[in-house]
């Protein structure tokens, strides 16, 4: 019980981290994919419906968004459009 109470605990630990990091996004669409896909475990084509956006359009945005978390982790700030 102990070791399922410390890897929760871990898991909510870096759950935290990753939504600190991808709280820095600044641009609205990119910032809303990415908590929905990695914060609620929703699926990009799930995401596309909810944004009104294609799944191609998705996908695009997710890999601009990727881009813009790299950027902030390394500590350079990423141009979007």
Do not use: S, W
Not at 57 to 69: D, E, P, T, W
């Amino acid at each position: 019980e102990r070791k399922i109470d410390r890897a929760v605990d871990r898991f909510v630990d870096k759950k935290a981290e990753v939504r600190a990091v991808i709280e820095k996004v600044k641009d609205p669409a990119h910032l809303e994919l990415l908590l929905k896909v990695y914060i609620h475990y929703e699926t990009l084509e799930k995401v596309a419906c909810e944004m009104n956006m294609t799944y191609r359009n998705a996908c695009y945005i997710h890999g601009r968004a990727l881009q813009m978390v790299e950027g902030l982790i390394a500590g350079k700030q990423v141009k979007h459009g």
